[in-house]
Every structure is written in structure tokens, then in C-alpha cells.
């Protein structure tokens, strides 16, 4: 006879670039354990890719978790979390006068989510310009550490998904490699800022987190970003 079935409670949430909700069920603690070893190990790569294992695991619709971009794994990350250890979570910030570390407690719940609908129209001149897309956790996950301009180079060639003029739009897909590394070679300094910056500006989870430090009493005011620093 089979064994009773410990947990199947389901529950929703929304993946924000896509605007689609999807069901999920919690992580259990085989789950957790991956989890916990890759944060303990503090290798990024090595935590995106136990992040992306227990999100295709959890997600019960279909969804390529490949393709989705970074807010939206932190986005699912939180819910699962949430919905599997609790909301309210730990985390110990260091006051930035004396350096003392607190325990501060934050309910996931209240984390606000980005809006994934921002303009990634980046006009170059009066008829130029191209369409973005978000980086996806694969780019992210491919990214050297040391990151440079050789990387940013990289990732914005990945990121074009067309390139327009008065008349035509032109599909990144249906260029070569070297085509668009000679596009992008052939942009000024301005311009080349434009993408850079849409790069700074990419939808992301932050929390603020407002606490007066427990032994020199000076008023902090801390930003949580990434799905590290909401990990304990
Ligand atoms: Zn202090």
C-alpha cells in the first residue's frame, strides 16, 4: 500500500513579465536542502541554477523558466518562499555607523513587485532605435562575474530584439552575430548610453528596510536587493 501523501496544498501567483498566473505548489525540504547548500557556497551560478531547479520543481504550469527574466525568477523565488517557510523572514543587516549587525524581521508579503512593463523602446536618433528585451536568467547565469565592457557588448547583442528606421523593422533574429556586434560598434557614445542605461534600469526586487541600530542607535535605511539578501 502506498504511503499517505504529506502536502499538496496549491497556491497562485503572477509572473510579472508575462502579467500570467501560474499555480505552485510549496518547496519541501529536499528542495530546501538544495537550496541551502548553493546559498552556504555563495557562488552566484551556483545559486541561480538551484533557485531555477526548485522553480521548475514547484511551478505545476507550464512556463520556460529558461527564457524568463531576472525579476521574475526573484518574483516566484519570493512566493515560493513565502508559501513554504513563511512569510515573515530574518535577515541580520549591518548598521552602516558602528557596523553591528541586527536582526530584522521582514514579511515577504509586503515586498512590492516591479512593474515589468518598462519602455524598452530606445530611440538612437530622430528615425534610429531599437527594441529590447529583459535579460533572461540563462543570459544572466552565462555572464562572467567580472562583467567589463566585452560582457556588456555581449549581452546587448543578446538583448536586441529588433532594430527600426522611418521604414523598416529589422529582426535581430535574422542577422548574423557579427552584423549586430557591427551595429552596436557603430554607435556614439550617447547612444551607447541609452542601452547601457537600460540595462541599469532593469525591473528588479528591492525592499527598503528602515531600523534604528540596536547598540549606537544611528537611524538606518537599508536596501534589500536581489535573492540573496532575502535568504536566511
Ligand atoms: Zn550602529
Redo the contacts with the bound molecule.
Keep these: 500500500m502506498a504511503l499517505p501523501v504529506l502536502n499538496t496544498a496549491r497556491y497562485t501567483t503572477i509572473v510579472p513579465s508575462l502579467n500570467k498566473e501560474v499555480s505552485f505548489r510549496p518547496y519541501l525540504v529536499k528542495e530546501e536542502k538544495i537550496l541551502m547548500i548553493a546559498m552556504e557556497s555563495q557562488d552566484n551560478k551556483q545559486i541561480i541554477r538551484a533557485v531555477k531547479d526548485v522553480i521548475k520543481a514547484c511551478v505545476l504550469d507550464e512556463i520556460n523558466v529558461e527564457k524568463l527574466a531576472m525579476f521574475d525568477i526573484e518574483a516566484l523565488f519570493l512566493a515560493l518562499r513565502s508559501k513554504s517557510v513563511g512569510e515573515k523572514i530574518d535577515v541580520r543587516l549591518k548598521?552602516t555607523?558602528?557596523e553591528?549587525l541586527n536582526d530584522i524581521n521582514i514579511d515577504l508579503d509586503e515586498i512590492e513587485l516591479p512593474d515589468g512593463s518598462v519602455d524598452s523602446i530606445i530611440k538612437l536618433t530622430d528615425d534610429v532605435g531599437v527594441t529590447m528585451r529583459y535579460p533572461s536568467i540563462n543570459d544572466v547565469e552565462d555572464m562572467n562575474q567580472e562583467g567589463g565592457v566585452e560582457e556588456m557588448m555581449k549581452i546587448i547583442g543578446l538583448c536586441i530584439e529588433n532594430i527600426f528606421d522611418a521604414d523598416n523593422v529589422y529582426s535581430a533574429n535574422s542577422y548574423s552575430k557579427k552584423e549586430l556586434n557591427e551595429f552596436i560598434d557603430g554607435l556614439n557614445s550617447s547612444q551607447f548610453q541609452k542601452i547601457t542605461q537600460f540595462f541599469e534600469e532593469l525591473p528588479a526586487i528591492t525592499h527598503n528596510v528602515k531600523f534604528d541600530?540596536v547598540?549606537?542607535g544611528?537611524k538606518n535605511d537599508v536596501e534589500l536587493k536581489g535573492i540573496a539578501s532575502f535568504f536566511t
Design positions: 548598521c555607523a558602528c553591528t541600530c547598540n549606537c544611528e
